[in-house]
């Protein structure tokens, strides 16, 4: 990870802040300055992305870092270093009201939850969270909204002026994923953590099982500071409490969702899917939390003490939600998490799932839609998968729990939103080369007909360079296509039927393999088409920036 992305990640957590005053901390008046921001001749927002990316780590240097990597402990002690030539100590981050969360999937949905239930008790919040879906400044969130461009480019340049100044050799850093030796970690007074599900991701960082996952996420926990964590299975659960024991952290266990419903209005919040059940679970649990430990006195009736699940850990409190917490979930927003987009005669479902676990839940979710839709009194329906996944992560385990939803056309395109992202900073990458992505979608498709070459005989012949047929379509079996970037993939599945995304005439090249011309014919006669966006969140990101312009306003 570049350095000055880790140097705005440190200062910059779930914060709650009393609104019976202004922002308390140091770090939030230096960082989080509300006032006016004078531009630098020069010096517009997408300069300041621009200049951001250009620090990005290259994929050459990368691997090579990966290979020759060492102890992982320095990296927190290289971050206090950095955060002091940004001009804050460690002290200053302890003085605001944080809320730490970690997890494997859901951590963003949780704090998101979490965030909106303090706002909805008026207070004063900033949210960080990574990674962004359209824009970078996305990350960073002063009570619920996005900062603005011209604040993030004011903040970007002071910040990068004044390291530019203390510039030093020091250590790279890695990529921050959460958990014990991420950059966030170097917070120690936290008001109360969070472990959202576990599951296997970032292998490369984490360790290839979930328990090697789950000591590294227990990293977070504090002394003294209360934890809580949704049901896991036994191996990681186990490690959490190991862990917890060790460094002194009191651990609780979620009671689920409908413990605390019970008939009430809870489960008809539009909470799509078990997964976001659990995270709105945990939410409750660190919200509550918080608020008591800052003398809130509305934080909910306690019901009846229930025993512990699983002998292993103390249950946390079941209570009976407040209508100040009902409220902050009903109104919570979190873009590319089970979200639909209905346009016309074409149904986007995205959902910015990534591991197995919450590959299943989408999976769950995908199909329970489509079972309530309503449906088109004549015609066919289509269904379309749009996939993509990055890093370490099994594409090939991804797609099989894919195969179910009986997609008529699967499409692979790497995350770019266009062939030229030069004038798009906010998409760019520079970890990955084109040729890199590219491969990985073709070995996506092979992955995919390998899935169905009990269902159908190989179509003779080697793939084309970029518009892949490996067989034809049929009952049950998927036709497949690469495309060169999001932007031609979107072209081709809504055939110019969606009333938002209407892009130039495609080029011919979209149409060129016959299974793109004949399934633009059965496309353009469709009375429904249910497109599935997933596998990876920064597709989603890139679908979203196309089909809702206004995100990136």
């Not at 960082?205 to 500071?225: P, Y």
């Not at 100040?324 to 346009?343: K, N």
């Amino acid at each position: 990870m570049s350095r000055a992305r880790c140097h705005l990640r440190a200062a910059l957590f779930l914060a709650a802040v009393s609104s019976r005053g202004a922002t308390t901390g140091v770090a939030a008046r230096r960082v989080l300055s509300a006032w006016p921001a004078p531009q630098e001749p020069g010096m517009e927002y997408q300069d300041a992305v621009r200049t951001l990316n250009t620090l990005q780590t290259n994929a050459n240097y990368l691997e090579q870092v990966k290979r020759q990597r060492g102890d992982p402990q320095r990296q927190l002690e290289a971050m206090r270093l950095y955060l002091a030539r940004s001009g804050l100590q460690v002290e200053d981050l302890d003085q605001l009201n944080i809320i730490h969360i970690t997890g494997t999937k859901g951590k963003g949905s949780t704090c998101a939850f979490t965030e909106c239930i303090l706002r909805s008790y008026g207070l004063k919040t900033g949210f960080f969270s990574s990674p962004h879906l359209v824009q970078v400044r996305e990350r960073i969130r002063i009570n619920g909204q996005p900062i603005s461009p011209e604040l993030f480019t004011k903040h970007f340049w002071r910040l990068y002026h004044r390291l530019e100044e203390t510039k030093v050799d020091l250590a790279v850093m890695e990529v921050g994923i959460g958990g014990a030796y991420d950059c966030t970690n170097i917070v120690k007074k936290p008001v109360v953590c969070g472990v959202s599900s576990l599951g296997i991701d970032h292998t490369g960082l984490l360790g290839d099982t979930m328990e090697k996952i789950a000591w590294q996420k227990g990293g977070i926990f504090k002394c003294g500071v209360p934890a809580f964590t949704v049901l896991q299975p036994d191996g990681p659960l186990a490690v959490l409490r190991d862990r917890a024991q060790q460094i002194s952290c009191p651990l609780y266990l979620c009671p689920p969702l409908e413990a605390l419903e019970e008939g009430g209005p809870l489960l008809t919040l539009g909470l799509e899917g078990e997964h976001q059940q659990s995270n709105a679970a945990l939410a409750l649990q660190l919200a509550r939390c918080w608020l008591q430990q800052k003398g809130y006195q509305d934080t909910g009736e306690l019901k009846a003490s229930r025993p512990s699940l699983l002998g292993q850990l103390p249950l946390a409190p079941v209570f009976q939600p407040t209508s100040h917490m009902q409220h902050g979930l009903r109104d919570t927003e979190w873009p590319g998490r089970t979200q639909l987009l209905r346009r016309g005669p074409l149904t986007w479902y995205l959902d910015g799932a990534h591991t197995t676990s919450s590959m299943q839940a989408c999976v769950r979710w995908f199909r329970q839609a489509l079972h309530s839709r309503e449906r088109p009194g004549g015609g066919s329906e289509v269904r379309v998968l749009l996939f993509n996944s990055t890093g370490d992560r099994d594409s090939a385990a991804l797609l099989k729990l894919l195969q179910p939803c009986q997609f008529d056309y699967t499409i692979f395109c790497p995350n770019l939103t266009e062939v030229s992202s030069t004038d798009n900073a906010d998409q760019q990458n520079f970890t990955v080369t084109l040729d890199q992505v590219l491969l990985r979608c073709l070995a996506h498709q092979q992955h995919w007909s390998r899935l169905h070459e009990d269902q159908a005989s190989p179509e003779p012949g080697g793939p084309a360079p970029l518009l892949l047929a490996p067989r034809p379509a049929h009952a049950h079996t998927t036709s497949s296509l690469v495309f060169s970037c999001i932007s031609h993939a979107l072209q081709w599945i809504s055939q110019g039927r969606d009333p938002v995304f209407q892009p130039p005439s495609p080029p011919r090249v979209l149409f060129a393999h016959p299974v793109a011309g004949s399934g633009a014919i059965v496309l353009q006669e469709a009375a429904a088409i249910h497109v599935l966006v997933t596998g990876s969140l920064h597709l989603v990101g890139g679908v979203l920036k196309l089909l809702e312009p206004s995100l990136s306003q």
